[in-house]
């Protein structure tokens, strides 16, 4: 089949909920991807951190396939012998008491949503269906209904009302606004330590601190969405870790299934996470031995190659290097480890055209609120990619 019929049959038999560049991808390997063509690209996405260790990782896919010819789902009605050893390694690794595992990040943030709300009635004493949730302009948290609900995404919203209530938005970056939201019905905070989907906004340095502090003087809980900046993405096994915060619940997601298999999971101590009974929630395939064996293999990859470091060290010289490109479209480079957003002008026509010719010269990335291209390749991409990566970026980014 050629690529056309390909793009045909989507269109035709599939919702069109995206809009994804008119290229028909058939393998990947590291850091590379071809299309069924036969012409090979840069991914410079990595499926939105989910493959933060690369394309079929040979440890990763081993796991899957070694525990997929023994045992792939038995539902949490049944224990299976993959599970503790996943909570073991997610332990050692984060230091939290517990975990419940699910399959998404939008599944996680509605575990942790629920968390708290119970931990707000149980532990700290708000009347019942008066908890507060308070969370950030410009999120992106998922396309759940409940998580819609706090979006101010007009497109990720408007025609989905009426909307599940409890949540209370302030600015992003703004601690002092925060703070004067707090209310003693006040449950928890729920940010993302950096807002990739809004374009990858990085807080003023001290407002994680800032916040964390605010938290625990008023007895809140903090929750980060970790779900694309964690585990190894901005050059710190999680982003909250650039401040020195440890949240009170931790969402991680995307690459904690290692880019074979969707895992997710909420971290916390015992006496929050410890607060669900049995029946209360749960998921038919959350913590299944597949992606027990899958998470717990993604997670080795990240201690043994030592990814986090690399992302800092090579985010930091793809970061120089493209502040150093002269082009007259760019008006901000930024970003930390290797999650980068390449602001443009207004006047530049929009970031989607600019991901059409680089995808033309062999580099994959994606336009994020339209005038932002976010650059995020696998982890393990070394320099001399980097570099070579450079020149179609370079001549791209002075097209007229």
Known sequence: MAPADYIRLEEEYGAHNYQPLEVVLTRGEGVWVWDTAGNKYLDCLSAYSALNQGHRHP?????????????????RAFRNDQLGLFYQALHALTGYDLALPMNTGAEAVETALKLA??????????????AEIITAAGNFHGRTLSLISFSTEALYRDPFGPFTPGFVSVPYGEAAALERALTPNTAAVLLEPIQGEAGVIVPPAGYLRAVADLCRARNVLLMTDEIQTGLGRTGKLFASDHEGVRPDVMILGKALGG??????????????LGLFQPGEHGSTFGGNPLAAAVGRAALQVLQDERLSERAAREGEYFQERLAEIPSPHVKEVRGRGLLIGVELKPEAGGARRFCEALAARGV???????????????????????????GPLTEVLNLS
């Open 364 to 390: 994959l990335c994606k336009e994020t609120h339209e005038n932002v291209l976010r650059l995020a390749p696998p982890l393990v991409i070394d320099r001399a990619t980097i570099d070579w990566a450079l």
């Open 59 to 75: 440890a990763i896919v081993a796991a899957l396939v070694e525990q997929a010819e023994k045992l792939t789902l038995t539902s």
């Open 117 to 130: 709300r119970k931990w707000g009635y149980a532990v700290k004493g708000i009347p019942a269906g008066q």
């Open 259 to 272: 880019g074979v298999y969707p895992v997710s999971a909420v971290l916390a101590d015992r006496p929050i």
